[in-house]
């Protein structure tokens, strides 16, 4: 596996992806590596383990760890039991060789350049609390009469002293999950880090939702399976089975692994990266 030396600049992407049986995340990181690096210009850490192919994107760093196995779920087709490795993510904190980072999940695609103006704001750290569809705006929460949630698919911090602390409570919160579960009223019985950031920031500001700490916009999440996604006329045109969204032209959240190791999907990088 490449490493490249550490570069020394004080703002950065950094990306998680671990490999399964079912799902190579380094090959989807590889690809949403490079709508990152055209759009935004930032380096990109990559944290890994020694079981994960070796990675063919130029990274500014990549950093070994050692995984954990996190949670299980049945696929959607019936086909086998899924596992993904999801534990640890607080300790990007730490990990992250950046004085800024930007913290992105492997299927969160960068098509614009939004994101660069959060780093114009004062923050401690900021989270995605909300969360759209193509058709509607999704207030999601961790349970019947739970707390609303966050997304930690796009996390931005500072290595201030209360983003210290806001990761060393997603730590002690993952470490304690059945206790949290049970007093913040969870459904889903698997550990999920929208959930600990969820109680972590509610907790670290007394108890009360701030909404200074949120991105100003959605994200955007497509959930269905993919056919293909095409760029027509400053548009995205997300095609289904049986069906099509055209969207404006802005960051995606996809949820269909498959389209994401497919050669449409690379493709389609390939035109953004092609673009002027």
């Known amino acids: 596996m490449k490493n490249s030396n550490k570069s020394g600049k004080s703002r950065g992407v950094v990306i998680f992806a671990f490999n399964n049986r079912h799902v190579n995340y380094v090959s989807i990181a590889d690809q949403t590596s490079r709508l990152i690096s055209k759009n935004l210009g930032l380096p990109i850490t990559l944290i890994t383990d020694e079981y994960s192919t070796d990675p063919d994107f130029d990274y500014d760093e990549i950093i070994l760890v050692e995984s954990k196995s996190g949670n299980t779920r049945r696929k959607k087709d019936g086909s086998g039991i899924q596992e993904w490795k999801n534990l640890d ?18 299927d969160y695609l960068v098509f614009d350049q939004s994101l660069l103006k959060l780093f114009e704001q004062p923050f401690d750290y900021r989270l995605m609390y909300h969360m759209q569809t193509p058709k509607e705006l999704n207030r999601d929460e961790m349970g019947p009469i739970s707390l609303p949630m966050v997304w930690a698919t796009v996390v931005l911090f500072r290595k201030t002293e209360i983003s210290r602390m806001y990761f060393d409570l997603i730590g002690r919160i993952q470490r304690n999950y059945g206790y949290y579960r049970s007093l913040y009223g969870i459904r889903d ?47 995205l045109v997300v095609r289904y089975d049986a069906r099509a969204d055209v969207i404006s032209r802005q960051n995606l959240h996809i949820m269909d692994k498959n389209y994401l190791t497919s050669d449409q999907f690379e493709r389609l990088v390939d035109e953004v990266c092609d673009e002027g």
């Open 89 to 106: 993510r607080y300790c990007v904190y730490d990990l992250s060789p950046y004085d800024e980072t930007l913290l992105l999940d492997t």
């Open 189 to 235: 019985s698997n550990f999920r880090n929208d959930f600990a950031f969820s109680i972590a920031n509610i907790v670290l500001n007394g108890h009360a939702v701030d909404p200074t700490i949120s991105v100003p916009w959605p994200m955007t999440t497509i959930e269905p399976d993919i056919e293909n996604i095409e760029i027509r006329n400053g548009f």
